[in-house]
């Protein structure tokens, strides 16, 4: 995915996630997390719970084929806002990263 945002998009990097991956993602400094909810090894709910238990977390952007009503309303509940459903085109991706970044500059201000 990271090489169809262009230069003029923020910095991308693209990982699988892990332990290790969680603890980057809280610790790593990033403006934002794109995350999608089939994760094999680590439950998206305890990525959602560690990046909210830091100050200032990077906000979350939930990637799914399919969002019920009562998962969107329990992922709202840990601080998630901004929704993606697959299948998605990368100018709606974009567009997304770009309101998913302004709430959160908003939010802290």
Same mark, same amino acid.
């Given at each position: 995915m990271?090489?169809?945002?262009?230069?003029?998009?923020?910095? #991308?990097?693209?990982?699988?996630?892990?332990e290790?991956?969680?603890?980057?993602?809280?610790?790593?400094?990033y403006d934002?997390?794109i995350?999608?909810?089939?994760l094999?090894?680590?439950?998206?709910?305890?990525l959602?719970?560690a990046v909210?238990?830091?100050k200032?977390?990077?906000?979350?952007m939930?990637?799914?084929?399919?969002?019920?009503i009562?998962?969107?309303?329990?992922?709202?509940?840990?601080? #998630?806002?901004?929704f993606?459903?697959?299948p998605?085109?990368?100018?709606g991706?974009?567009?997304?990263?770009?309101?998913c970044?302004?709430a959160?500059?908003?939010?802290?201000?």
């Open positions: 990271s090489r169809d945002f262009h230069i003029d998009a923020p910095a #991308v990097e693209d990982r699988n996630i892990s290790e991956t969680a603890i980057v993602a809280v610790e790593g400094g934002l997390i995350l999608d909810l089939r094999p090894h680590l439950g998206p709910f305890k959602i719970r909210n238990e830091t200032d977390g990077p906000p979350i939930i990637l799914a084929g399919c969002i019920s009562e998962l969107r309303s329990r992922l709202r509940a840990l601080g #998630v806002h901004t993606t459903t697959k998605f085109t990368f100018s991706l974009r567009s997304s990263v770009d309101e970044l302004a959160s500059v908003a939010m802290r201000n």
